[in-house]
C-alpha cells in the first residue's frame, strides 16, 4: 500500500470513527412499500449526507490544504506555452493532443477520487428536519408548477403545438430602454400562465433577501427578470450595457432547485403518512442545472458569485478549486494595447477544458461532487463533450435549465462542441435504464414520453447574436421564446463611432476621408452563399484590388470562417497568386515571418482569420486596404481591423488615407451583422434595395 492510500485510508477511518457517525442523528423519511426509501440517491437536495459539525469541516479544510497543489491548470498552461512555440504546424498538433491527453488522464483521477468519496457518503443518511424546509403548495399562478407539474395542462398543450407543426408567432413587440424585446409563443388555441409583476413571482423564503437586493436599474431590467422566471427561452444581447444578468439566472436557479427538492420532500412526507398516494414529480437522474463557460476565469468569477446568494457558510473543496480554478495573471501587464474584450477573456486562468458538479446538501454546498449527483453542472463545451465522448453517461438527461454564458467566446472557441451537447446527450433518453438510480412511478409522463424539451428552458447571454444562438433558443419551449437586440441607429453603430473617434483625433477631416465600400452579391439561399461569395471575391473583388487601386500592395483579406479561408488560400495557389496567409494553426516564426514581409511590400495580399485576431490581436504594418471577405462577427472587430489602415497612416506621413480602401463583401442573410456596423435602417437598405454597391465616406 502506498502511503498516499495509507494516509487516506487513516483519514476515512478518522472521519468514520470521531467524525460523522459518532456525531449524526438520523431521522430519514421511507415509503413503506418494501420499507425502502426509494428516492434516497435521487432527490435534487441528497438526503444521505450526513450532518456534519464544525469540527469535521475543518478537518475537511485540512485534507485539502494536503492535497496536491500542481493542478490540472498546470498541463494547460504547458498547452498555452505551445501556442507561442516555434515549431511547424505537425508538431504543435501533436504537443497540443498530448497536453490534452493529460488534462483528460488528471480529470479522471479526479473522477475516481470524487466516487470514493461519494459512495461512502451514500451509505450515510441524512437527517430530514421538515422544518428547514418550505413546503410548496400546489399553485396555478407559479410558473415553476404550470410549467413542470401541471402535467393534463401541459400534455394537452404538447399535442397542439405538435398538430400546429411547432409553429410559432410573435406575441409582442416591446421597447425598454434601447432595446427591442420580440416575444414570440407556440401557436395554440391557449398558453401557460404567465406572471407579469415581479411581486408576484413565488421565490423561495431563503432567496427573498438577496432577490430584494437586486438593482432594477429599469423596465428591461424587470422586463428580462420576469422572462427568466417564466421559463421563457432568452437571447440576450448585452453588447455595451452593463447590468447583473448573472445575478438573474443564479437566483432562477437556485429557486428552480429548492423548489424541486421542498416539493420531493414534501411530498415523500405525505406519501410516509398514506402509501396509496402518488405523485409525479422527478426526472430520470439529479443534475437540473447546466451552465456553459468559455474559461475557467469566468467559472471561477460565477462559483462566487453562486457561493455568496446561496448564502452557506460551509463549501466543501472550496481550495482546491480556487487552486485550479483561480490565477491572479492579468495579461494587459504584458502588453498594455489590446482592446478591453481581449483583456477580459484571457484575464486569469484561461483554460477552455473544465467540468464540475457543484451539489446543495442541507447545510452546505460540495464542489467537485460526481457529476451524475450533482445539482449544477458548470463545463467548457470542449471538457464535457470529451467527457460525454469517453463515459457515454446519462446525467444531461433531466436538465431543465441550460445556460450559455460569454456565447460568443463559445462562438470563437468550437460551436460544434455545443450543437453535439445539445443534439447527442442533452434531455436525451437515457440508453441504459437499469443503471438508473430512481423511482420510476414518480417520473414525470412528459419526460416518459420523450417530450422533455417542451419544458426545457435555454438561456443564452452574450456581446452579439448570431444565427447560431437564435437557432439554439427557438427551441420548442410551451412558454415561448424572447430576443432582446440593441436599437443600433445612425449614432451608435461602429462604423459612425468609428469615424466620430477619428475626426476627434483629427485624422480624419472634411479634406480627408476613409472610403467604406459595401458590395453586396447575389444569393438565394445560406447554403448557397459561401460559392457565391468566392465567385465574388476571384471575379469582381481581387481584380480591382490588383489592378485598379491606387496601392496594388498592402491588401488585407479578412475572413471570418476558416472553411472560407481554405477556399480562399486554395483557388489563390491554384491560380498561382502571391499572397500570404496567417491562421490560428501558423506557427509563430512562420507567422511572423509572413507578417515582416507583407510589410515590406514583398507580397500584395495577406489572408487574415478572425480566430487569429481573437487570440492575436495582431498589430499589422503595411495595410493599406482592407477586404472584408465575410462581415466580422464581433462587430468591434470592424473598427480594430480598419484601424490597422490609420495606424500605418501614423507611421508613414506620404500614406494618403482618400486613396486607401475598405470593400466589404456582403449578401442578404449577412443582416445581423450589417445592423452593428452600420445600423438598424442602413442594414435594411443595403439588403433590399436594388443598388448593389454602397459608399460610405
Request: with cysteine; glycine share 2%; proline share 3%.
Amino acid at each position: 500500500m502506498t502511503e498516499a492510500n495509507s494516509n487516506r485510508n487513516r483519514s476515512k477511518h478518522a472521519r468514520s470513527h470521531y467524525g460523522r457517525e459518532e456525531l449524526r442523528t438520523v431521522r430519514s423519511v421511507k415509503r413503506r412499500t418494501g420499507g425502502k426509501n426509494n428516492y434516497s440517491k435521487f432527490t435534487p437536495m441528497d438526503n444521505n449526507e450526513s450532518i456534519v459539525e464544525e469540527s469535521e469541516d475543518e478537518g475537511e479544510e485540512e485534507d485539502d490544504e494536503q492535497e496536491d497543489p500542481q493542478p490540472s491548470s498546470m498541463a494547460y498552461d504547458a498547452l498555452l506555452t505551445l501556442l507561442d512555440d516555434e515549431s511547424d504546424h505537425e508538431q504543435f498538433h501533436a504537443e497540443k493532443e498530448k497536453a490534452l491527453k493529460k488534462l483528460e488522464e488528471e480529470q479522471e483521477i479526479e473522477e475516481e477520487e470524487l466516487q470514493e468519496e461519494d459512495e461512502d457518503e451514500d451509505e450515510e443518511d441524512e437527517e430530514i428536519n421538515l422544518e428547514d424546509f418550505e413546503s410548496d403548495d400546489e399553485s396555478h399562478d407559479d410558473p415553476f408548477d404550470f410549467h413542470f407539474n401541471e402535467e393534463e395542462s401541459i400534455d394537452r398543450m404538447i399535442n397542439e403545438y405538435e398538430s400546429s407543426g411547432l409553429k410559432v408567432k410573435m406575441d409582442r413587440k416591446v421597447n425598454h430602454n434601447g432595446y427591442n424585446i420580440l416575444e414570440y409563443l407556440p401557436s395554440t388555441s391557449r398558453c401557460l400562465n404567465e406572471v407579469k409583476k415581479l411581486d408576484k413571482l413565488r421565490i423561495k423564503k431563503k432567496l427573498r433577501d438577496q432577490f430584494s437586493a437586486l438593482d432594477f436599474k429599469d423596465e428591461l431590467d424587470k422586463q428580462l427578470t420576469l422572462d427568466i422566471f417564466n421559463y421563457k427561452n432568452i437571447n440576450y444581447q448585452y453588447y455595451t450595457r452593463e447590468t447583473d444578468y448573472q445575478s438573474l439566472y443564479l437566483l432562477h436557479a437556485l429557486n428552480h432547485l429548492l423548489k424541486t427538492r421542498d416539493r420531493i420532500f414534501d411530498h415523500n412526507n405525505k406519501i410516509s403518512a398514506d402509501p396509496n398516494l402518488e405523485f409525479k414529480d422527478q426526472g430520470y437522474t439529479r443534475p437540473k442545472i447546466l451552465i456553459l463557460l468559455p474559461t475557467r476565469n469566468f467559472c471561477y468569477n460565477l462559483m462566487n458569485k453562486l457561493i455568496k446568494l446561496a448564502d452557506i457558510k460551509t463549501v466543501e473543496n472550496k481550495k482546491r478549486f480556487n487552486t485550479q480554478f483561480y490565477s491572479d495573471f492579468k495579461i494587459e501587464t504584458l502588453n498594455g494595447n489590446k482592446p478591453k474584450d481581449f483583456n477580459e477573456f484571457f484575464r486569469g486562468n484561461s483554460s477552455d477544458f473544465f467540468t464540475l458538479g457543484v451539489k446543495f446538501t442541507r447545510k452546505s454546498m460540495k464542489i467537485y461532487s460526481m457529476l451524475k449527483q450533482s445539482d449544477i453542472i458548470f463545463a467548457s463545451p470542449l471538457g464535457l463533450k470529451m467527457l460525454l465522448d469517453k463515459e457515454k453517461n446519462d446525467y444531461l438527461s433531466s436538465i431543465e435549465v441550460t445556460i450559455l454564458d460569454k456565447a460568443d467566446g463559445l462562438l470563437v472557441q468550437n460551436w460544434d462542441h455545443v450543437k453535439q451537447i445539445f443534439t447527442k446527450s442533452l434531455i436525451q433518453a437515457p440508453k441504459n435504464f437499469e443503471e438508473l438510480n430512481c423511482d420510476f412511478s414518480r417520473i414525470r409522463m412528459w419526460c416518459i414520453n420523450d417530450q422533455a424539451k417542451y419544458v426545457h428552458q435555454v438561456l443564452s447571454f452574450s456581446k452579439y447574436t448570431t444565427p447560431e444562438l437564435n437557432n439554439i433558443v427557438k427551441a420548442p419551449n410551451l412558454q415561448g421564446y424572447a430576443l432582446y437586440k440593441p436599437i443600433i441607429d445612425d449614432t451608435n453603430n461602429v462604423m459612425n463611432q468609428l469615424n466620430y473617434q477619428l475626426f476627434q483625433s483629427r485624422i480624419i477631416n472634411k479634406n480627408i476621408r476613409l472610403n467604406h465600400m459595401f458590395m453586396r452579391f447575389p444569393s438565394s439561399s445560406p447554403m448557397e452563399s459561401p460559392k457565391k461569395r468566392l465567385n465574388f471575391f476571384t471575379k469582381v473583388i481581387l481584380p480591382n484590388v490588383l489592378t485598379k487601386s491606387p496601392y496594388t500592395s498592402g491588401t488585407l483579406v479578412y475572413i471570418s470562417s476558416y472553411l472560407d479561408y481554405i477556399q480562399v488560400k486554395k483557388h489563390l495557389s491554384e491560380s498561382r497568386s502571391e499572397f500570404l496567409a496567417v491562421d490560428e494553426y501558423t506557427s509563430l516564426s512562420a507567422s511572423s515571418k509572413n507578417r515582416s514581409l507583407f510589410e515590406k511590400g514583398k507580397y500584395p495580399i495577406m489572408l487574415y482569420t478572425e480566430r487569429m485576431h481573437f487570440y492575436k490581436r495582431y498589430n499589422l504594418n503595411g495595410v493599406r486596404n482592407v477586404v472584408f471577405y465575410n462581415l466580422p462577427t464581433d462587430p468591434d472587430f470592424y473598427a480594430q481591423v480598419v484601424r490597422q489602415i490609420v495606424r500605418n497612416k501614423l507611421k508613414d506621413e506620404e500614406l494618403d488615407l482618400n486613396l486607401c480602401s475598405i470593400k466589404v463583401m456582403f449578401d442578404r442573410f449577412d443582416t445581423l451583422k450589417l445592423e452593428k456596423i452600420v445600423g438598424l435602417k442602413r442594414a435594411s437598405l443595403l439588403v433590399n434595395a436594388e443598388q448593389e454597391v454602397f459608399e460610405f465616406k
